[in-house]
Structure formats: C-alpha cells, structure tokens
C-alpha cells in the first residue's frame, strides 16, 4: 500500500461515517391507503356503486434533527378516489401540507392541517372516525365544523397523558359550512388519558360570524367492550342553535373489531332533527396492513324525501402501506 492511500483511506472511512451520522438525523416515511367498498349510500337514492371507504391516500412525512432536541417536520398527503383515480378534491395535498419545528416547547406547523377541535374533541367519539357509510360525521361537527384549514398556524403541546393545541387561519380558502366568511376561523382542542379512561374537548370557531361548535367527549375501556358518549351544541352560520349527541361501543371479537353506535342532531330553534342514526360494522384484520369490513346504516332523520334510501351498507378491504 503506498503512503497516498495510506492516507486516504481514514479520510474516507471518516466522511463515510459523517455521511450516515447525517442520514441517521433524517428520516422520510413514504405512507399511503387504498380503500375500496361495494357500497349504498343512506340518505341517497338508490344507487349501489364501488367507492372510497376511508379517503385512499398517498403521503410522505419526515423529520430533521436539528440538535438540542430541536426538529423540522413536515407532512403532504394527496388524496384520490380509489375507484377511478380521480382527486378527490381541487388541492392535490387536500389531506395534509405542512412544514414547522418540534422541540421541548412543544410542535408549531403551518399549512392545511386537521384543526384540534376535529382531532380531540369530534373524531375520536366515531367509531369509524368519519370513515365508511357508517361515518357519524355529520353529528359530531354539527354541520357546523370543518376537518381541516388551509394558510393556519398550528401549535399543539403534549405531557403527562395530556395534549393542548389551538389553530387559527386566514379567513381566504376557508369558507364555512353554513353562512358567509367574515371572519379568521380558529379552534382549540384537547385530550386527556389515563389507563382505560379518555376524554376530549373542542372549540371550533368557523369564518362566519355567528357559527361556533363545542364538543366533549369521552371513553372507557372495560377490555371486553369500551362504552363511548359524546354531546356538541353551537349555533350555524344562519345563528340557529344546534345540539347533538352520540353514544359507542365497540368490542374485539376475533382478530377483528364490532361496532356499534347511536346519535342524533337536532335543531333546537325549528324542533328538527337533522341527523338521526343506528350503524353497526365488523372490520376485520387480514393482517396488521389489510383490513375487510362490512357495515350497515339506518338513517331517520326529518323530513326524508320519499326517493332516498333510509339504510345504506358496505362491504371492502382496507389496505395500509
């Protein structure tokens, strides 16, 4: 061996361990679903098609380590229909698009994000967390709430079991399920856990002036089955006063899991009841990436036209990748 490679030799094995050190210090996950059902809708006419059962998806995420425990993270998510590979939506990163930094204080993103009052004080109550024709979307955002908010800022903090985080937006790109944008829309959610017992809390606030929803919600878990309850009340863009109220269950049998649950919307201002449903599922696991299920719906809400459907159902298989 010459003197020359003698003494490059080290140099290379250095820069080959800096190389990896710095690899190690970065991480991008490539995640995705595909989920697809032979589904009728409730609520709908009649009409028995394929379709989306959670939201088929295409995302990628990673981290930064930026030293002393400080973090880059981000997070863009593409969602499309399954079925015929279209966008579900105009924004090609309508699920998630996010960059910010975590640390010790806590994580601060901007972008389109899920808002907290969804994430802690709504979603966790559905069984099916708004997924499937089974959803119980509707009752637990009031027809008042948004899932997500596009130009936020986000700041969530966790300890001890418990999680905090606000969101407030720009009042452009978000217009209100009910009602006209006059305003920055902003929420609040939290959760608490201890042992087999959980519980959320929300506070959304869409752009109109007068809309708002506030949620709890909560679960325990007996191991045989975990019982779940939920209540909203708040007032829609046109100012009437909303109130809803949903109750769970759901049991592992097998190596999958039985759903059930209860709720009902109702406007309290014009006595009628906008949202009133029974659904029931089985989701069963294949593996831990691919999941069958099957679910059924009866919907009784007021005022039904004749030509919809008042129970709908679904059969698919969920793949997670």
């Given amino acids: 061996m010459t003197l020359h490679t003698r003494t490059l030799a080290p140099i290379a094995l250095a820069l080959a361990s800096l190389a990896g050190a710095a690899q190690a210090q970065s991480t991008v996950t490539v995640y995705g679903r595909v989920d697809l ?17 959670s939201g088929s998806r295409l995302g990628f995420r990673g981290t930064e380590d ?4 400080l973090k880059a993270v981000f997070q863009i998510e593409h969602r499309f229909n399954a079925d ?8 090609f990163w309508d699920g998630k698009a996010i960059v910010g930094l975590e640390g010790a204080f806590g994580r601060v993103t901007l972008g389109r994000e899920e808002n907290p009052a969804y994430t802690f004080g709504q979603s966790p109550a559905d069984p099916w967390a708004t997924d499937t024709v089974a959803s119980n979307g509707s009752i637990i955002n009031g027809r008042i709430g948004t899932t997500r908010y596009s130009n936020s800022v986000n700041y969530r903090f966790s300890a001890a079991g418990f999680t905090a985080a606000a969101q407030i937006a720009e009042m452009d ?17 939290g959760a608490w856990a201890s042992g087999p017992i959980v519980l959320g809390v929300g506070f959304e606030n869409p752009a109109d002036e007068d809309d708002h929803w506030a949620t709890v919600n909560g679960s325990y878990d007996l191991g045989i089955v975990k019982l779940g309850a939920f209540f909203g009340t708040g007032r829609d863009g046109n100012d009437q006063k909303q109130r809803a109220y949903l109750v769970s269950a759901t049991a592992p049998i097998g190596n999958g899991q039985l759903r059930a649950s209860w709720g009902e919307l109702k406007n309290r201002d014009t006595d009628v009841i ?9 989701h069963y696991a294949l ?18 036209a004749d030509n919809l459907k008042t129970t709908g159902y679904d059969i698919g298989i969920k793949h997670n990748f």
């Fill in 37 to 53: 059902s032979l589904a009728q809708q409730a609520d709908a006419v009649d009409n028995k098609e394929v379709r989306n059962g």
């Fill in 84 to 91: 015929d590979g279209t966008q579900t939506k105009s924004a």
């Fill in 66 to 69: 930026l030293g002393d425990g």
């Fill in 287 to 304: 593996s831990k990436r691919t999941t069958v299920y099957a679910d059924v719906v009866h919907e009784g809400r007021d005022n039904m």
């Fill in 274 to 282: 906008r949202d009133r449903q029974f659904a029931l599922g089985y």
């Fill in 173 to 189: 790109g978000n217009a209100p399920a009910t009602g006209t944008a006059t305003d920055r829309p902003y929420s609040l959610g």
